[in-house]
């Protein structure tokens, strides 16, 4: 352990990418390792859950989080890149939008799509990133992938702005969201603004600033709130207690010790936390109706 160990919740600002969010994150803490569970575009803030130290053993249980986001999408213009940041050009008259509109077009993208990728992306094609591909002006074709949107929610902003408020899968483009709207209406749209709300079992409103971790006066108060130890950051696991000679055994991988706690249930895809006095002990996961050992923390 560094003193500094599991999940940050940082609200990002716009115009820094996630890489630079970590990079300044490190050198604030002393230089501990840190890595972010997942990008959010250099144009969009909101939260960019951080693992910190030994945070970083928790990472696979997480990156696999759905998210909930907010945004704005213009109407009636559309950009290479999809949102504000691109080469926009006008596309066509925007109609008129009434409340049923907005619910067929709701209705219309919940559930499970598939959804072509932006070329501006991180996705790699050949080893290489696709948006360096792109901006070398090299055209390739990207093939759909399924993605799921839970819940949309589509208001009108005046004519030409639609606020969108989505809970979606992991690998969801929200910009290749607004463009799939844009066609949908026959007029082109872009992604204006987006906000990211969720990640996960975690929430915006428990993330700190980026400036309040940078800034030494601000620091360990910011810590204290949006830094989550792996037990807390693992809350929504269902979780084991043993004792702790069970739990030395297991801290040594000592997979016979995991016989004593009884079976999953038939068919269980969920991992457990093993706690022992809320200590995290270990992760493990279903297999042949008892458990098996995916993790082991000191």
């Known amino acids: 352990m560094t003193g500094y160990d599991g999940i940050l919740l940082i609200d990002k600002p716009t115009g820094i990418t996630s ?30 859950p951080l693992c910190v130290g030994a945070g970083r053993k928790i990472a696979q249980f997480l990156n696999v989080a759905d998210k909930s986001y907010q945004g704005t999408i213009t109407l ?8 504000a940041t691109g080469e926009i050009s006008p596309a ?8 049923e509109d907005l619910r067929r077009l709701e209705a219309r993208f919940t559930g499970t799509l598939e959804q072509v990728p932006p070329a501006f992306s991180a996705i790699k094609k050949g080893g290489v990133p696709m948006y360096r591909l792109a901006r070398s002006g090299v055209e390739v074709e990207l093939e ?23 809970d979606c899968s992991k690998g969801t483009y929200v910009r290749a969201l607004a463009r799939d709207i844009g066609k949908e209406l026959g007029c082109g749209g872009l992604l ?10 975690f929430r915006l409103d428990r993330a700190t600033s980026l400036e309040s971790v940078l800034d030494e006066e601000t620091r360990e108060e910011a810590l204290g709130r949006a830094l989550l130890c ?16 069970t739990a030395e055994d297991l801290r040594r ?3 016979g010790a995991l016989l004593g706690l009884g079976r999953s249930p038939r068919g269980a895809e969920d991992r457990a936390c093993i706690m022992c006095q809320g200590s995290l002990v270990a992760v ?15």
């Open 92 to 99: 066509g008259a925007v109609p008129e939008l009434g409340s």
């Open 230 to 245: 792996p037990a807390e950051a693992l809350g929504h696991l269902p979780s084991i207690e043993v004792d702790r000679r």
């Open 253 to 255: 991988g000592r997979q």
């Open 192 to 201: 204006a603004s987006l906000r990211r709300t969720a990640f996960g079992p």
């Open 284 to 298: 493990v996961a279903p297999q042949d109706r008892g458990w098996r050992l995916s993790r082991v923390f000191d």
């Open 76 to 83: 009636g213009v559309t950009s290479d890149t999809l949102d």
């Open 144 to 166: 759909p992938r399924e993605v799921t949107i839970y819940r949309l929610r589509l208001e009108a902003r005046g004519r030409d702005t639609l606020e969108v408020d989505l």
């Open 19 to 48: 890489s630079k969010a970590v990079t300044r994150v490190r050198s604030a803490l002393g230089g501990v390792k840190v890595g972010h569970l997942g990008t959010l575009d250099p144009f969009a803030s909101g939260l960019l």
